[in-house]
């Protein structure tokens, strides 16, 4: 076989609904050199990681580490260390997210009801309160991005409701850390997830979790020994714990990377980054509106970093996302599960929610969709967002 070119793929610009593009200072930090992973120098680093995870959080929660893996460890890790079989869990699924949340936990042996709100919409507290009286789960596990309809579940009230019939609250907070508040001891959620390349502005490969002192207590009380033992917390805590004992080896880089997107985080200022993406979010809103696109999700509720619209009638999704692809270095998501070929989802996520994010997807859709056949003004989509941005 012949040797293989330097790796050298075309530049993309990522926004699509994750992977997003990586800070570069993040990429910088990922070319320090190795240190072993139970040298004192790199145990500093994790605690210092895990402090600044439970400072995105806003939590004190003391169980607070990044899981080696990306978004979907968070949420088994979550679900296989708070469920054994016989518990009941209720699963509020508003799309493909959730969806994935019932699979999980119906694996764990735990009786699943599920609870459905049609793709678009979110959960009315009242909803939830109904269910949680009739059912008495252990866990009410719920999405809060759901980046497949670019919805965003209130869930301010939901941990002190679901606390009232002695549940727990499982959260998938994935793509809403880092983009839009996510409060997690105000809101007294109980476990966690989310993910190093979404709003974090990292490579995938890290899941921070954290988990109340009300679920370590669940934890503490099983039965059975945790389902796996790679996610089994009760393992998991002696290496993220004071004990540093050996547990799996720390994808070193990778948690290098975290604890710079982290501290980029920090740095710029939890609320002006949510300030950020609503601004940015607004513009590209006015944008899409402007050239006849169409939210998939309910107004009240639409997800700043994750734009979901729905394909102009008569336009190719696939060719069109080529042409994106391969003309302008754009990536956009296609839709998912009951949105496939029906929408598009625009990911201004972390360092990608930034205007000339905005003005170049828009000013690359004109033409694309002109060339579509779509029946459009071009110019006006680029002209609306800067009228936003102009408003300040
Ligand atoms: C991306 C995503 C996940 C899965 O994360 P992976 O990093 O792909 O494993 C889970 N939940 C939501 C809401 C997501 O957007």
């Known amino acids: 076989m012949s040797i293989l070119g330097q790796l050298c793929p075309a530049p993309r610009l990522l926004l699509g609904p994750g992977p997003s593009d990586a800070h570069p200072r993040v990429l910088t930090a990922m070319t320090t050199p190795l240190l072993g992973h139970l040298d004192p120098q790199f145990m500093d680093l994790m605690f210092e990681t895990q402090e600044m995870c439970r400072q995105v959080y806003r ?3 003391k169980m607070t580490l990044p899981i080696s893996a990306t978004g979907t460890a968070g949420m088994e890790t979550c679900l296989v260390n708070l469920l054994e079989p016989g518990d ?10 959730g969806n994935r949340m019932v699979e999980i936990a119906g694996r764990t042996g735990a009786q699943v009801t599920r609870i459905d709100a049609p793709w678009g919409k ?21 999405v809060h991005a759901e980046t497949s309809t670019g919805a965003l579940q209130p869930m301010a009230e939901v941990g002190k409701l679901a606390h009232e019939f002695g549940a727990l609250v499982v ?3 994935v793509t809403s850390v880092g983009c839009t508040p996510v409060e997690v001891d105000a809101w007294e959620l109980d476990a966690v997830f989310t993910c190093s390349q979404k709003g974090l502005g990292c490579p995938p490969g890290l899941s921070p979790v954290t988990m109340s002192e009300r679920a370590m207590d669940a934890i503490k009380n099983r039965k059975t020994k945790c389902q796996s033992w790679y996610f089994d917390l009760s393992l998991l805590g002696t290496y993220w714990g004071g004990d540093r004992a050996y547990h799996h080896t720390g994808p070193i880089s990778m948690v290098y990377a975290l604890r710079e997107g ?21 513009a590209l809103k006015a944008g899409l509106e402007a050239l006849g696109m169409q939210y998939t999700a309910d107004p009240k509720h639409q997800l700043p970093q994750l734009n979901a619209v729905r394909i102009p009638a008569g336009v190719d999704d696939l060719a069109c996302r080529k042409r994106l692809l391969n003309e302008f270095g754009i990536e956009i998501g296609g839709g998912l599960g009951d949105f496939k070929g029906v929408a598009w989802r625009i990911g201004l996520m972390g360092h990608n929610s930034k205007p000339s994010s905005v003005l170049l997807v828009l000013g690359a859709l004109e033409i694309v969709l002109k060339g579509a056949g779509a029946k459009i003004e071009p110019g006006a989509g680029v002209a609306a967002a800067e009228g936003v941005y102009a408003k300040g």
């Open 171 to 173: 959260a998938d907070a």
């Open 88 to 97: 009941k869990a209720v699963c509020a699924t508003m799309g493909y997210f």
């Open 262 to 282: 982290l501290r980029i985080v920090l740095e710029e200022g939890l609320e002006t980054r949510w300030a950020r993406h609503q601004r940015n979010h607004l």
């Open 59 to 61: 939590t004190k929660n």
């Open 122 to 142: 979110v959960f009315e507290l009242d909803q939830l309160r109904d269910t949680l009286k009739a059912v008495r789960p252990k866990v009410l596990a719920l």
